[in-house]
C-alpha cells in the first residue's frame, strides 16, 4: 500500500513538473525560438545527444538549420558567435550556470576555479594566482618541459629504430601529464618512462568526465549519485575520489619535506639548492606562508586538482590535431619544415621565446589547429541574470541559461570564409597583412581557451609545451598515417577527444 502511495505521488510530481515547463515554453518571450520539438519539453535530448558524444558536430549542424540562436532543452539556448561582451566579457554579470554542479565535489569546501559559479569569489581567487601562470612566469618552467621533450624524443627515436606504429594521442597525453607533474611537483608522475597508465589516472579521468558533463544537466541528482557512484569502482565519481587521493597525497608529502628544511627567514622555506627551479606547489606554499589567510590550505589543493584535470587532456588534444593536420596536409608540413629547419640550424633547440616570436608559421599551424579542433566541445552554459538580457537580438528573461559553442564560433563561415572546413595557415598570415578588420573578426571568434574572466588560466603553460615540443618532432622525424583519414574520430564529454592516432614514425631523411 505504502509502495502505491510512493509510485503515485511521483508520478504526480512528475505531472505537476511537466506541467510547469509547458506552461513556461509556451508563455515566454522567447517561445519563438527554433530548436528541435522534443527540446521545448525537456532536457532528455540534450542529455541523449550529449551522451552520444558528437554534441560538437550536432550543435554546428542546428544553427545551420536554425540560425543564430538555437534552443536545445526548455530554458537552454546555444549561440552562435561573435560572443557576447555582456555574457562572456571581463566585467560580464551573467555567471556559469548549475551545469558546472557536476564538475564540483558535493562538499562546498572542495571546489576549484572552472566549475566556481560564484563571481566575486572566482575573481578574486585568480588574482591571487594569476601571476603563476603569467606569460613571465613561463620562463622557470621551461626546463621542467625541456626534459620531458628531452624524454619523448628519446621515446620516439626507440620506436623508429623498433618500426612500430604508435599510438601517438596515448603519448602525447603521456607528455602532458609528465609535464603537469613535474612543474606542480618537480616530479614527472612517470608516463613517458613506462608509456602506460600508471596507477589507472588516464583511466580515472576519462572516467571522470562523461560523468560531470551528463549529471550536469541534472544538477540536482549529483549530491546523491556522487556519494554511491565514488564507492564503484570504474565510475566517474571513482575516477575524480583517486585523482583528489592522488593530490592530497602529493601535497601532504610536500608539507613534510617543506618541514625539514632549513628557512631564510621565519616564514619562508628553501631548498637545499637554491638555483634549482622552483615548482608550482612550492611557489603555492610559500604564498601561504606568507598571507596563510589569503592562501589557504583549500586554496592549495584546489589549484592541484585543476592542473591535474585541465591541464593534461587539453594539451594532449592540442597536440593530436596539430600532427593530424600537418600529416594529412603535406604542404602545411612542409612550409613549417623550413621554418624549423633555419632557426635549429642557428641555435640548436629552439627556445619559447624564439618559437613565440621568430616562427610566424609555426604561431599560424597551431592556431589553425586549434580552431579546427578545439579541446572543449559543449556551450560555456551562462545564466541570465535578474532584469532579463538582450543577446544575439533576442531578448531573454533572468534565468534563461544560454551558451557560445567553441566549435559553433571558429566553424562560422562569414568570419573564416567558404574554406571554414580546411586546414590552412595561411587565413591567419595573409588576412593580418590585407584586411585588419576580418583580422579582428577572426580573433573575437577564436577561443579555444575560453573567454573573457573565465579563460582558461593555464593556457600559457598549454602553449609552451606546444611550442617546445612541435618544433622538435617537426625537425627529427617524418610520420606517416597507419589509418584511413575517415577513421580519425573524437568522443565528447565536454573534451573532444580523439580516439586513437595511430602512426609510424620515421627518422627523417
Known amino acids: 500500500m505504502h509502495s502505491l502511495i510512493y509510485v503515485g505521488g511521483l508520478g504526480i510530481l512528475l505531472l505537476v ?30 542529455f541523449k545527444r550529449v551522451w552520444h558524444g558528437s554534441w560538437h558536430t550536432d550543435d554546428i549542424a542546428l544553427h545551420q538549420k536554425y540560425g543564430p540562436v538555437v534552443r536545445v532543452a526548455p530554458g537552454w539556448f546555444s549561440l552562435a558567435g561573435p560572443p557576447d561582451k555582456d555574457v562572456y566579457g571581463i566585467a560580464s554579470r551573467f555567471p556559469k550556470s548549475n551545469w558546472y554542479e557536476g564538475w564540483k565535489h558535493p562538499d562546498p569546501r572542495r571546489w576549484t576555479l572552472f566549475s566556481d559559479q560564484d563571481i566575486h569569489r572566482h575573481a578574486a581567487t585568480r588574482r591571487c594566482f594569476q601571476s603563476l601562470y603569467s606569460m613571465s612566469a613561463l ?10 621533450v628531452t624524454l619523448f624524443l628519446e621515446r620516439m627515436a626507440g620506436f623508429t629504430r623498433a618500426g612500430q606504429i604508435v599510438d601517438m594521442a596515448h603519448w602525447f597525453q603521456c607528455f602532458a601529464f609528465d609535464v603537469m607533474g613535474h612543474t606542480v611537483y618537480s616530479q614527472r608522475f612517470g608516463f613517458l618512462d613506462r608509456g602506460e597508465d600508471i596507477a589507472g589516472t588516464m583511466q580515472a579521468l576519462d572516467k571522470s568526465m562523461p560523468y560531470s558533463t551528463l549529471v550536469g544537466i541534472f544538477p540536482w541528482l549529483h549530491p546523491y549519485l556522487y556519494p554511491l557512484l565514488e564507492k564503484v569502482p570504474g565510475s566517474g565519481a571513482a575516477g575524480r575520489a583517486y585523482l583528489m587521493r592522488f593530490v592530497a597525497q602529493r601535497i601532504a608529502d610536500r608539507n613534510k619535506a617543506r618541514a625539514k628544511l632549513p628557512k631564510v627567514d621565519a616564514q619562508i622555506h628553501t631548498l637545499p639548492d637554491s638555483t634549482a627551479p622552483r615548482d608550482f606547489l612550492d611557489k603555492l606554499m610559500d604564498a601561504h606562508d606568507k598571507d596563510p589567510e589569503r592562501i589557504t590550505p583549500e ?33 602545411s608540413m612542409e612550409k613549417l619544415r623550413k621554418e624549423v629547419d633555419l632557426q635549429t640550424r642557428t641555435q640548436g633547440r629552439i627556445t619559447f621565446k624564439t618559437a613565440n616570436t621568430s616562427m610566424p608559421y609555426l604561431h599560424a599551424v597551431i592556431k589553425e589547429a586549434l580552431r579546427l579542433h578545439p579541446a572543449t566541445g559543449l556551450p560555456l552554459w551562462r545564466v541570465v541574470p535578474e532584469g ?8 531573454f528573461e533572468a534565468g534563461s541559461v544560454l551558451g557560445i559553442n567553441v566549435w559553433v564560433a571558429h566553424y562560422d563561415r562569414d568570419v573564416y570564409g567558404d574554406d571554414v572546413d580546411v586546414f590552412r595557415p595561411e587565413r591567419w598570415i595573409e588576412t593580418e597583412k590585407e584586411d585588419p578588420e576580418r583580422v579582428r573578426r577572426m580573433e ?46 573524437s568522443k565528447n564529454c565536454w573534451f573532444v577527444k580523439p580516439e586513437k592516432l595511430p602512426v609510424k614514425v620515421l627518422p627523417r631523411v
Request: glycine share 6%.
Open 299 to 331: 586554496h592549495i589543493f584546489m589549484m592541484g586538482i585543476s592542473n591535474i584535470f585541465a591541464g593534461s587532456d587539453t594539451t594532449a588534444i592540442s597536440l593530436s590535431s596539430i600532427l593530424w593536420h600537418l600529416m594529412t596536409t603535406p604542404e
Open 17 to 46: 513538473l511537466l506541467l510547469q515547463s509547458l506552461l513556461r515554453t509556451f508563455t515566454s518571450n522567447t517561445r519563438s525560438i527554433p530548436g528541435p520539438r522534443i527540446a521545448r519539453l525537456t532536457r532528455l535530448w540534450y
Open 139 to 148: 620562463l622557470s618552467y621551461e626546463p621542467y618541459v625541456d626534459e620531458c
Open 444 to 489: 573575437a571568434n577564436y577561443m579555444p581557451f575560453g573567454l573573457g574572466s573565465r579563460t582558461c588560466i593555464g593556457r600559457h603553460v598549454s602553449t609552451l609545451e606546444m611550442y617546445k615540443l612541435v618544433p622538435e618532432l617537426i625537425a627529427r622525424y617524418d610520420f606517416e598515417l597507419a589509418m584511413p583519414r575517415s577513421e580519425w574520430r
Open 388 to 395: 532579463g538580457a538582450t543577446v544575439s537580438s533576442q531578448y
